[in-house]
């Protein structure tokens, strides 16, 4: 499995937007639909990477403990589904209902949106305040799989807190790493 770390996007980044089909739903939502009051967590996954398989079940704790708090979270995958069908629109909502993902998830078939991201990898988060500015982005926590550590969601969940709760930031951000973005 490639390892490709995300390009950490300038912090301060109003966030692109989008206009983007929910495989979920079937309803098509930009970024303003989507945004939460308190900010909003943009994630970049996919069906197949092992690196979102080890943390999905963590990613959607963290999605419902912080939506009831004004967070709004939406999954975009990227990924070129003719070149990797197991990334396709029909099986991401199998994907999303295997794991029990009831946030959007939405497909990027242009990879447009994953280049205005400058999105790398999966899985890629993304944090933006309540006005669209780029918080934090980087790793959800030190877990990698076949690494031993457990997963915590620290570093995104210590994100998250300082956001809603007005805290400031640790620095460095640390990049996630995943694997890479499938392009075209």
Same mark, same amino acid.
């Given at each position: 499995?490639?390892?490709?770390? *995300?390009? %950490?996007? /300038?912090?301060?980044? @109003?966030?692109?937007?989008?206009? $983007?089909?929910?495989?979920?739903?079937?309803?098509?939502?930009?970024?303003? #639909?989507?945004? &939460? /009051?308190?900010?909003?967590?943009? $994630?970049?996954?996919?069906? =197949?990477? /092992?690196?979102? =398989? =080890?943390?999905?079940?963590?990613?959607?704790? @963290?999605?419902?403990?912080? +939506?009831?708090?004004? $967070?709004?979270?939406?999954?975009? *995958?990227?990924?070129?589904?003719?070149?990797?069908?197991?990334? &396709?629109?029909? $099986?991401?909502? #199998?994907?999303? %209902?295997?794991?029990?993902? !009831?946030?959007?998830?939405?497909?990027?078939?242009?990879?447009?949106?994953?280049?205005?991201?400058?999105?790398?990898?999966?899985?890629?988060?993304?944090?933006?305040? *309540?006005?669209?500015?780029?918080?934090? +982005?980087?790793?959800?926590? #030190? *877990? +990698?799989? &076949?690494?031993?550590?457990?997963?915590?969601?620290?570093?995104?969940?210590?994100?998250? !807190?300082?956001?809603?709760?007005?805290?400031?930031?640790?620095?460095?951000?640390?990049?996630?790493? &995943?694997?890479?973005?499938?392009?075209?």
């Amino acid at each position: 499995m490639a390892r490709t770390e *995300s390009t %950490m996007l /300038p912090l301060g980044t @109003i966030a692109p937007d989008f206009y $983007l089909k929910d495989t979920n739903s079937n309803d098509t939502f930009s970024f303003e #639909d989507l945004k &939460g /009051p308190k900010g909003t967590l943009v $994630l970049f996954i996919c069906n =197949h990477c /092992p690196f979102v =398989h =080890h943390v999905i079940n963590e990613v959607v704790m @963290i999605a419902n403990d912080y +939506r009831v708090q004004g $967070l709004g979270v939406v999954a975009i *995958s990227s990924n070129d589904a003719v070149k990797y069908p197991q990334d &396709g629109p029909e $099986l991401m909502t #199998d994907f999303a %209902m295997e794991n029990k993902i !009831d946030f959007p998830y939405l497909y990027d078939e242009t990879q447009d949106v994953a280049k205005a991201y400058q999105a790398a990898c999966t899985p890629d988060f993304y944090l933006f305040d *309540s006005q669209d500015k780029l918080f934090y +982005r980087g790793q959800l926590d #030190d *877990s +990698r799989p &076949g690494n031993g550590i457990p997963l915590s969601g620290s570093d995104l969940r210590g994100a998250i !807190d300082a956001l809603i709760y007005n805290r400031s930031l640790k620095e460095p951000q640390k990049p996630s790493l &995943g694997c890479s973005i499938k392009w075209k």
